[in-house]
């Protein structure tokens, strides 16, 4: 399995931006699509956005489309996730997580490994 670490979460006004960064160990961290997730207090972990091996094709959850991007650098092992005009609803644990077969998913359970998660307040 790959270990994953996020940084980068913090407390933010709205409309302000941050940068998530997860960094992976593993040799074969190209090899994997990598998505990001969210779970805020009380609700279900969600779909944020993934990016394939080679950070050429992406997608997102409609909620953050033209706000957020989600890129990688395969020399660095890290996957990030730009977060723009955040609003106090994006407030939540984010989580990265890799997927070591197939192409990128939304789907929660087609990820195996996790991150510990970095959390995003986002007050009003």
């Known amino acids: 399995q790959v270990q994953l670490v996020e940084s980068g979460g913090g407390l933010v006004q709205a409309g302000g931006s941050l940068r998530l960064s997860c960094a992976a160990s593993g040799r074969t961290f190209s090899n994997y699509p990598m998505g990001w997730f969210r779970q805020a207090p009380g609700k279900e972990r969600e779909f944020v956005a993934a990016?394939?091996?080679?950070?050429?094709?992406?997608n997102y959850a409609d909620f953050v489309k033209g706000r957020f991007a989600i890129s990688r650098d395969n020399a660095k092992n890290t996957v990030y996730l730009e977060m723009n005009s955040l609003k106090p609803e994006d407030t939540a644990v984010y989580y990265c997580?890799?997927?070591?077969?197939?192409?990128?998913?939304?789907?929660?359970?087609?990820?195996?490994?996790w991150g510990q998660g970095t959390q995003v307040t986002v007050s009003s």
């Open positions: 990016v394939d091996w080679s950070g050429g094709s992406t």
């Open positions: 997580a890799a997927k070591t077969w197939g192409f990128p998913s939304r789907r929660v359970g087609d990820y195996g490994s």
